[in-house]
């Protein structure tokens, strides 16, 4: 709870407040994990289950997340945030930063710095003053923040989980298989493990915001050796051994030349392209939901395909 009290601040505050921004909290970024690996192994004082990351200087997890991955997305909508009438509003403004309900203005540290309020003389906080107003408290309000919660910006941590969530590696599966080879204008089916398409996220927790990221496949991306790539919306159709020739999918390719008279030998790769939204629960300065573009996973298992001319045998009758 905040212990609040108001007075009144002349506006020429705003400009020592700059500067006092930059002294923000140290980041814990925690992830959780369905599966309860680690990443590496951690000091130990690292909570039970969890790893420490040396680039994040922190003990994580990963989070893979079971369900549905055709569960409607969560995320979505604009990065914006809004004043209590639910207008828009930038999330910064002259250096300063909007804080959203209950505050609804724009505010910097105080400076200097008044003692902390009674009860919390144990705590290290800063005091806060709203130095341009919204629609709601205005100039003049002033709280205690305890550990000197700023709002967090989400975009900026939802970015720095883009490049940490486990993305599925995709395995490529071709048929006729490695084994076996193919033939020139002969459809050749596509298709990833059906437990590799799913829904995957990363959670990161600062400074009293909790910012989820869910990454949603969409599409494969295949590249055929040959210098073609094609894409498939989905993970393909598995061929199963007693299939009809004719059985539809609606991810294949066929090979229309050859490099190599006596035949071609191509190495196959498969990746998924996910969509990236987050959202934003606590301190998150009036922002809840956002997209972030969309991500190219790595390729996971590749295989091969062996392409070959089919002969034409002419038979003279006697």
């Known amino acids: 709870m905040y212990a609040e009290r108001t007075v009144m601040k002349a506006a020429s505050t705003a400009a020592n407040c700059v500067a006092a921004l930059a002294a923000i909290a140290a980041v814990a970024i925690v992830l959780t994990t369905a599966s309860g690996r680690a990443w590496a192994d951690g000091p130990d004082d690292c909570p039970p289950g969890t790893g420490w990351n040396p680039t994040l200087g922190a003990c994580i997890q990963i989070e893979i997340p079971g369900g549905d991955p055709g569960n409607p997305d969560p995320g979505g909508g604009e990065s914006v945030c809004r004043d209590q009438d639910g207008s828009e509003v930038p999330c910064s403004k002259d250096g300063l930063t909007w804080w959203g309900a209950p505050r609804f203005c724009y505010a910097a540290p105080e400076s200097p710095q008044s003692p902390p309020p009674r009860g919390h003389e144990d705590e290290t906080g800063l005091w806060w003053s709203c ?6 408290a205005g100039g003049g309000a002033v709280w205690w923040a305890p550990d000197g919660d700023a709002p967090v910006d989400p975009v900026a941590v939802a970015t720095t989980l883009k490049v940490r969530i486990p993305y599925e590696l995709a395995n490529a599966r071709i048929a006729p298989p490695p084994t076996y080879h193919t033939y020139i204008s002969y459809k050749n089916w596509l298709w990833v493990d059906e437990a590799q398409w799913r829904t995957v996220s990363a959670t990161a927790s600062l400074r009293g915001a909790t910012v989820t990221l869910i990454a949603t496949p969409t599409y494969v991306s295949w590249g055929m050796g040959n210098g ?13 051994t007693g299939m009809q020739e004719d059985a539809p999918t609606n991810c294949s390719y066929a090979y229309a030349s050859m490099v190599d ?24 300065g009036g922002q809840t939901s956002g997209d972030l573009g969309s991500q190219l996973a790595a390729a996971g298992d590749t295989t091969t395909i062996t392409v070959l001319q089919r002969q034409t045998v002419n038979k003279n009758g006697g």
Not at 131 to 136: D, I, L
Not at 262 to 274: K, P, R
């Open 228 to 240: 073609d790539t094609v894409s498939c919306a989905g993970p393909g159709r598995a061929w199963v």
């Open 131 to 136: 130095s341009a107003g919204g629609g709601g």
């Open 261 to 284: 008279p006596t035949g071609d030998t191509w190495t196959v790769t498969a990746q998924i392209n996910y969509t990236l939204a987050w959202t934003c629960s606590g301190n998150c």
